[in-house]
């Protein structure tokens, strides 16, 4: 069983930063594929970014490309999702996964375990 929590979250202007975390409790924090998804009010839950065992296989949604980072911190148990130049449509719960597999990593069926979701306001 893995536990994920998330912090970071926040409200921020447009064009502006934020950082966040998913901390997972158990040892085998490094054999899983890590991912964000996001869900915006009325809409569908969406796959934000990857970063696998092998981080040279890392990915990101379109929209997020070449603003987000995702990275992990495998000694601390921890994924981190930077969000720079960010806009009014980011605006989301942003949600940490584990998963098992890194096959189909964009679909969240896909990932055994999430968090609890942080909120994420852009203002413009």
């Known amino acids: 069983q893995v536990q994920l929590v998330e912090s970071g979250g926040g409200l921020v202007q447009a064009g502006g930063s934020l950082r966040l975390s998913c901390t997972a409790s158990g040892r085998t924090f490094s054999t899983y594929t890590m991912a964000w998804f996001r869900q915006a009010p009325g809409k569908k839950r969406e796959f934000v970014a990857v970063i696998p065992l092998n981080i040279m296989y890392m990915a990101y949604a379109d929209s997020v490309k070449g603003r987000f980072t995702i990275s992990r911190d495998n000694a601390k148990n921890t994924v981190y999702l930077q969000m720079d130049s960010l806009k009014p449509y980011d605006t989301a719960v942003y949600y940490c996964?584990?998963?098992?597999?890194?096959?189909?990593?964009?679909?969240?069926?896909?990932?055994?375990?999430w968090g609890q979701g942080t909120q994420v306001t852009v203002s413009s």
């Open positions: 996964a584990a998963g098992l597999y890194y096959s189909d990593y964009y679909t969240d069926e896909k990932y055994n375990y």
